[in-house]
């Protein structure tokens, strides 16, 4: 009895620790703790390697990303429905601001490959269609939604 009770404890304690590891985002190639862009942790984007709730960037609730803490539909940054990210929360065909699809991200709806803004490939995002080490805009050390992605990438680009 007491071995189950240690292997549920251990297995408890294990899971609990994984899911408080927070997806570190990093500038370019660096792995360096000072070159944390942001990081998501328990659906928060915060700034750098912070965990306080004053640098939040935005946060997620299923298909939505909110400004900082917020939860109000007035302050939705993005929707993303089927690979396409609309602007606020709106579901309009005219405000789709970018189209994921195959590890690219396309400008508007186009899948054109000359409106491709950036790909992600391995965890790493690079310039336009470019695979070289030399075009990484920022890589991440954890698996992403595609809804996390979009709110790291909004973090990355535009939150500051």
């Keep these: 009895m007491k071995a189950i009770i240690s292997t549920i404890l251990i297995v408890l304690f294990s ?13 370019k190639t660096s792995v360096y703790s000072s070159d944390v ?9 915060y700034k750098k390697n912070s965990v306080y709730s004053s640098d939040v960037v935005c946060n997620i609730r299923d298909n939505k990303i909110y400004k900082a803490n917020s939860v109000y539909t007035s302050d939705v940054i993005f929707t993303i429905t089927d690979g396409k990210v609309y602007m606020g929360n709106s579901v309009y065909i005219s405000d ?21 803004i950036a790909t992600v490939r391995d965890g790493k995002v690079y310039k336009g269609n470019s695979v070289y080490t030399s075009d990484i805009m920022f890589h991440f050390d954890g698996a992403l939604t595609l809804v996390e992605f979009v709110a790291v990438w909004y973090a990355v680009m535009y939150a500051w």
């Design 96 to 116: 789709i601001v970018m189209t994921i699809r195959d590890g690219k991200i396309y400008k508007g709806t186009s899948v054109y490959s000359s409106d491709v």
């Design 15 to 27: 899971v609990s620790l994984l899911a408080v590891n927070p997806v570190k985002v990093y500038n």
């Design 37 to 45: 862009i942001c990081n998501l942790s328990n659906s928060k984007i």
